[in-house]
T-cell receptor, first 113, second 114 residues
Framework: DQQVKQNSPSLSVQEGRISILNCDYT??????FLWYKKYPAEGPTFLIS?????DKNEDGRFTVFLNKSAKHLSLHIVPSQPGDSAVYFC????????????FGKGTMLLVSP | DVKVTQSSRYLVKRTGEKVFLECVQD?????MFWYRQDPGLGLRLIYF???????EKGDIPEGYSVSREKKERFSLILESASTNQTSMYLC?????????????FGNGTRLTVT
């Protein structure tokens, strides 16, 4: 049973426009959410996170929005740049004890010039 | 910066061989993890460890074992490699404490089993 879902395997956006990557979760016990970015032949790198006590967290061009009632989060990248082209993984965890991360399947973002 | 180093970028092994994947981190992290990444399946947790000599099964431990004799080193062992274990293997570490501590990943080992 997939607890973290990224329903769009890929997304294409033009440079300068907004990229919106979506993620849904089913486990109501999750209370901390993270986004990772992965380039080919490299390991994933941490991008941004949000606690369930917030509904928005911003870091430069990256903003994550959390809608707890809908069990939905999204990552906004504005403006998108060609260097943002990568696979983006959504992950969720319970912020207590020794909880591990549960990852989605990833969304490949392609930003074209 | 945290550095997680995986000893091999590419490995080719034969079916039935015993395979060792090594991972070392330099930030004195208590927590270490092994994931595999497959197209369309995302990242799946194989095993993890929160302390030396401690190990816990993840979501897909079958066919794998691990060893953590020293804090900085976490080894993944394929007892008898099979073709369905052809994959990208990613090691990660994180600081101790709660689940919100971001993982730091190595660059991965692409294993092909023929």
């Amino acid at each position: 049973d997939q607890q973290v879902k990224q329903n769009s395997p890929s997304l294409s956006v033009q440079e300068g426009r907004i990229s919106i990557l979506n993620c849904d979760y089913t486990n109501s016990m999750f209370d901390y959410f993270l986004w990772y970015k992965k380039y080919p032949a490299e390991g994933p790198t941490f991008l941004i996170s949000i606690s369930s006590i917030k509904d928005k967290n911003e870091d430069g061009r990256f903003t994550v929005f959390l809608n707890k009632s809908a069990k939905h989060l999204s990552l906004h990248i504005v403006p998108s740049q060609p260097g943002d082209s990568a696979v983006y993984f959504c992950a969720a965890t319970m912020n207590s004890g020794y909880s591990t991360l549960t990852f989605g399947k990833g969304t490949m973002l392609l930003v074209s010039p | 910066d945290v550095k997680v180093t995986q000893s091999s970028r590419y490995l080719v092994k034969r079916t039935g061989e015993k395979v060792f994947l090594e991972c070392v981190q330099d930030m004195d992290h208590e927590n270490m993890f092994w994931y595999r990444q497959d197209p369309g399946l995302g990242l799946r947790l194989i095993y993890f460890s929160y302390d030396v000599k401690m190990k816990e099964k993840g979501d897909i431990p079958e066919g794998y074992s691990v060893s953590r004799e020293k804090k900085e080193r976490f080894s993944l062992i394929l007892e008898s490699a099979s073709t369905n274990q052809t994959s990208m293997y990613l090691c990660a570490s994180s600081a101790p404490g709660q689940g919100n501590s971001p993982l730091h990943f190595g660059n991965g080992t692409r294993l092909t089993v023929t």
